[in-house]
């Protein structure tokens, strides 16, 4: 069960990468209001991200999915066992802070829940993230 956890989670992780990486490259992300993907206050988007932050985040995603693939063992022996569950520890605790979110515009206690990202916020990355950080915490105390 751990591995078939791992590895879902680790799909999802590369999953979100390549999204990133075809982001970065094409800046793809929209700044709208009506953005899906960008948290929004009212018809203002409260960010864009450069190109930069971007790739770091796609790199971010790629090394989570690949930190998984690691602590159960087909990676080979990078790293010792005791870092993956550390490190799968603390993710699991980001990805749980990110589903409680800031109070304000994203996470379960949000304040503004009627735009675009609210919404697909609610419906699937509020709980993409507790289903990650359950598989995170388990494959790190396998």
């Not at 929209?30 to 790739?55: C, D, W």
């Not at 063992?73 to 409680?100: H, M, P």
């Not at 515009?105 to 993409?128: E, Q, S, V």
């Amino acid at each position: 069960m751990p591995t078939l956890l791992g590895f879902s989670a680790a799909a999802i992780f590369f999953i979100a990468a390549a999204l990133h990486f075809y982001w970065a490259v094409t800046h793809g992300a929209k700044s709208s209001a009506e953005s899906k993907f960008l948290p929004s206050s009212g018809n203002q988007s409260v960010f864009r991200p450069s190109r930069l932050l971007t790739f770091l985040v796609a790199l971010m995603f790629l090394g989570c999915g690949l930190l998984l693939i690691g602590k159960l063992g087909y990676i080979g022996s990078l790293i010792a066992e005791n870092v993956y569950q550390i490190a799968l520890e603390l993710l699991a605790v980001l990805l749980l802070l990110r589903a409680v979110g800031d109070f304000r515009l994203i996470g379960m206690f949000k304040k503004n829940k009627n735009t675009a990202f609210a919404r697909m916020d609610t419906k699937l990355y509020i709980p993409l993230c507790i289903g990650l950080a359950v598989c995170c915490t388990v494959v790190a105390w396998h």
